[in-house]
């Protein structure tokens, strides 16, 4: 009986010995356990969430910045058109800048449409700029004086007729200026809607305050009457031949060719009266000057760039 009773018991011993090493094992095995699964998961989740935000803000870099960049860059290009000296009426003389001793007096821009009989339509479209010479001298007195009336006037005249809904040949009037050496060339133009252009050309000089006239400019250019004539007529006979330079050899004499190109040796086109020039930075002259045409007027004006040995 006692040997039953310590079997048993040794049985016992046994079994209770090989469950607690069992439970050890199942311990050791970190995979066997949910709640580190769930810590595992969450390891390898971070790093991802790593790799999201450096993703973000490449697509920041890429996306935002760009856009906002070009806008400010648009802005900054088309500011200064609208602060151009030639838009701007109220800008302060500044005699080392020619715009700044030139401005508008008068400014109109816009378009009207007129309706004719059958009802047809046209829409057109007009820019009117008229210059004044800022500085407060006898010689800018002079030049405006000289400059509202011969555009001044018409301006106003043309605007009249336009509001009265009459229409205007005229599609702009304009001008602009070049400084060379302290002389202000002061160019004021007309456009009429069939293409053509006329010209008046100022001088003046802004640190004398003295209006001057074309041979007095020629006389700081060095450059004497017959040079200067002769150097335009060179000039426009090179405009003349590129322009009818496609007109066949056995042509030419039929269509007057030779006759109209033999004007422009002749005094009666090319002269002081006829023509008109502007001189530029560095004594760059850039010279108005009538060429022969084969079609319509007997000559369009053109402006023409004579090389010559100044000074």
């Known amino acids: ?28 095995d970190p995979a066997s356990q949910p709640n580190n699964t769930r810590s595992s998961e969450t390891t390898t989740e971070a790093p991802a969430s790593a790799t ?8 920041a870099a890429a996306t935002e910045a760009p856009t906002e960049a070009p806008a400010a860059t648009t802005e900054a290009a088309t500011e200064p058109a609208e602060t151009s000296p030639i838009e701007t009426e109220n800008e302060e003389p500044d005699a080392s800048n020619a715009y700044g001793l030139v401005r508008n007096q008068l400014r109109e821009v816009g378009s009207y449409t007129i309706t004719f009989d059958d009802d047809y339509e046209q829409v057109s479209s007009y820019s009117f700029r008229v210059p004044e010479i800022t500085e407060q001298t006898a010689g800018a007195a002079s030049i405006n004086q000289k400059i509202n009336q011969r555009f001044l006037g018409a301006a106003q005249s043309e605007l009249a007729q336009i509001e009265a809904n009459i229409g205007s040949p005229l599609v702009e009037m304009g001008w602009y200026v070049e400084l060379w050496n302290g002389l202000v060339s002061l160019v004021v133009y007309e456009t009429m809607d069939w293409g053509t252009t006329d010209y008046e050309i100022y001088y003046y000089d802004s640190e004398l305050g003295q209006e001057l006239n074309a041979y007095q400019v020629l006389d700081r250019l060095v450059l004497t009457e017959e040079n200067f004539l002769e150097g335009v007529r060179a000039a426009v006979r090179e405009r003349y031949d590129q322009q009818y330079a496609d007109i066949e050899e056995d042509q030419r004499e039929s269509m007057g060719y030779y006759a109209m190109r033999d004007r422009i040796d002749g005094a009666d086109l090319i002269n002081m009266s006829m023509v008109k020039f502007y001189v530029s930075e560095g004594a760059q002259i850039s010279v108005v000057a009538p060429v022969p045409s084969l079609a319509g007027a007997d000559y369009y004006y053109q402006i023409v760039y004579p090389s010559f040995a100044v000074g």
């Open 1 to 28: 009986m006692k040997k039953s009773i310590a079997l048993c018991l040794a049985l016992v011993m046994v079994l209770a010995l090989a469950g607690c090493q069992r439970g050890n094992f199942a311990g050791d």
């Open 52 to 59: 999201d935000a450096p993703a973000a803000s490449s697509e």
